[in-house]
């Protein structure tokens, strides 16, 4: 593990445009689709100082009811203001009639946060879009999204999965927040409404946290710099977590709280990450000795990540301290499905990997209904219906016990010992 830290005053602003040279950095947020947009409008209400917030979307009658300061409505020759309809196709289209405004946007910005919940047809679409083109004009490009409930259905899943992988393609990294992970975290009585807005204050916490460390300099201060060279050019698919802690124990608490955080796997995420980013806040009690023992805490379970701590004093904060840490790993880890396991027959007669199973349904399918067979000629009893087709029985070789090392009964170079239906190669069926 490789620490990074540099020292700086406390809350002091950055006064530096990595883009123009001038000025503070600059930073704007991208709010795409309804849920990106729920979440912008969340963020804005709660306060994130230098800002501008751009709400992005197809459905003009949604974009009119967002409190977002700046509105953005896209693709009016595509879908008339009335919406993608859940079809990233129609949300990518959307987005290019407006793709050369959001450049201009981005010109002159340092950073960019583009928010979106995926699976459905605006965010998934048009935020990797808006993601090239930030990019294209020069501002590192971080994206948060949300990922859809299992109870949301197949396809959205499946069309989540293709939005991530065009976002890890057009941004420089990307944050997920699995909706179904969140699930865990909350109360299960809790109503819909409560439940989303968990959501939007999960994401609005690791913006904040990002922000905070790289737009104020503290006791321990990851710069813009730091951050751009973290996850530039990696490609990233991240993950991220908050806690709190308090007492004599916190430092141990809040590390016990992230490995068994959900939303890290349990601390899986850790221990295969390659960047980490941690970002603790607390009183001016906060002592090195405590930063210390964070690094060698979180060392043991992230032993090959590059990490980089930042420390702000908030003295309101009390005995109480709060750890954002946002994991990064440049190669996806994608979840398989274990294959079936088939017991396989001798010879290879019976199908033992899915791959062939499922070409031996394709098989099935594909033949159609077949024509009736010349009376006599046909297997099948008449009246009788198709059977079902039922897997083959594997059978092993039945050894042949005392007689094992005799001298086997041959005719016309056949072992008459062996029985007939595996001299055939005949199948049995099990029916």
């Not at 300061?69 to 196709?89: C, F, I, N, P, Y």
């Amino acid at each position: 593990m490789v620490l990074k830290e540099s020292c700086g005053r406390m809350n002091e602003p950055i006064e530096m445009n990595e883009s123009t040279g001038t000025g503070k950095l600059s930073l704007k947020v991208f709010g795409v689709g309804s849920a990106g947009c729920n979440i912008a409008e969340h963020l804005q209400k709660s306060g994130l100082s230098g800002a501008e917030f751009i709400a992005v979307n197809t459905d003009s009658t949604v974009l009119s009811r967002n409190g977002v300061s700046h509105k953005m409505l896209v693709g009016r020759q595509t879908t008339g203001g009335l919406g993608a309809g859940g079809e990233a196709d129609r949300g990518r289209s959307a987005i290019r009639e407006n793709a050369d405004d959001i450049e201009i946007l981005c010109q002159n910005t340092d950073l960019v946060f583009v928010l979106a919940g995926l699976g459905g047809g605006t965010g998934t679409g048009a935020a990797p879009i808006i993601a090239a083109r930030a990019k294209e004009a020069g501002a590192l490009v971080i994206c948060f999204v949300t990922l859809p409930f299992e109870l949301e259905g197949r396809r959205k899943e499946e069309q989540a999965k293709e939005g991530l992988s065009d976002l890890k393609k057009s941004a420089d990294g990307v944050i997920c927040l699995p909706n179904q992970k969140v699930f865990k975290l909350i109360d299960e009585s809790a109503s819909l409404v409560d439940t989303f807005s968990t959501t939007n204050e999960y994401v609005a916490q690791g913006v904040r946290a990002i922000w905070k460390l790289v737009s104020e300099t503290g006791e321990l201060n990851v710069d813009f710099a730091d951050l751009r060279s973290l996850i530039r050019s990696r490609h990233a698919q991240s993950s991220f977590a908050t806690v709190e802690a308090g007492g004599s124990h916190r430092i141990r608490d809040a590390v016990d709280n992230l490995v068994k955080h959900p939303l890290l796997e349990e601390g899986k995420v850790l221990s295969h990450a390659e960047a980490v980013l941690v970002s603790i806040s607390g009183a001016s009690s906060l002592s090195m000795a405590e930063l210390t023992r964070l690094t060698e805490q979180l060392h043991r379970h992230c032993e090959k990540a590059e990490v980089k701590i930042g420390a702000n004093i908030d003295d309101t904060l009390g005995d109480q301290i709060i750890v954002t840490l946002i994991a990064a790993n440049s190669e996806e880890e994608e979840e398989t499905i274990a294959p079936i396991e088939v017991q396989s027959a001798p010879a290879g007669s019976a199908i033992a990997e899915s791959e062939a199973l499922d070409t031996h349904v394709e098989e099935q399918q594909e033949f159609p209904t077949a024509a009736p067979s010349p009376v006599g000629k046909s297997w099948r009893r008449r009246g009788k219906k198709n059977r079902a087709v039922h897997p083959q029985l594997p059978l092993d070789m039945i050894p042949k016990g005392r007689f094992d090392k005799s001298e086997p009964t041959l005719y016309k170079g056949e072992d008459l010992d062996v029985p007939t239906f595996v001299r055939r190669g005949m199948t049995l069926s099990v029916g």
